[in-house]
């Protein structure tokens, strides 16, 4: 049990936060400050655009939809890539190595919460030509040193 004594209120914050990203596919929302066990964002896919189709070897996401239209291709258990419209109130999640790419049928908010952003991300395909994310590179592409 917690002593409720030993708590240190002095890292107790009020204030909000939120940490715009921009993508070559839209924008994501980073709603959950760093160094927390989890991340929360709200990924705005445009409409016709895809996120690479990607493995991660770390992270576990899992996905809802907020508005508009958007879908995941993704492996199922026999290896194949199938898809699957993303149906409002309806949670989706993602294994540890199983490839997936979030596209957008309409422009869509997919909320994500995962653990923390570690590990690379394989990207298989990317319609940027953009290298795996390593954590490196994570901070390239976030304007981070």
């Keep these: 049990m917690i002593d409720l004594d030993k708590i240190n209120k002095s ?18 929302l980073h709603w959950a400050p760093e160094g927390l066990p989890y991340m929360g964002k709200v990924l705005h896919v445009n409409a016709g655009a895809r996120l690479s189709l990607q493995i991660h070897d770390a992270k576990r996401e899992s996905w809802l939809i907020m508005n508009g239209r958007g879908k995941v291709i993704w492996e199922n258990s026999e290896g194949n890539l199938i898809e699957t419209e993303l149906l409002p109130g309806q949670g989706y999640t993602c294994c540890l190595g199983q ?37 490196e590179q994570r901070k390239k592409e976030r304007g981070e040193k």
């Design 11 to 28: 890292i107790f914050s009020d204030k909000p936060y939120v940490k715009r990203v921009e993508k070559p596919w839209g924008y994501e």
């Design 99 to 135: 490839k997936h790419r979030l596209c957008g049928i309409t422009d869509c908010d997919i909320i994500e919460v995962s653990t923390p952003e570690t590990g690379t991300t394989l990207r298989l395909e990317d319609d940027y030509t953009r290298p795996d994310e390593t954590p």
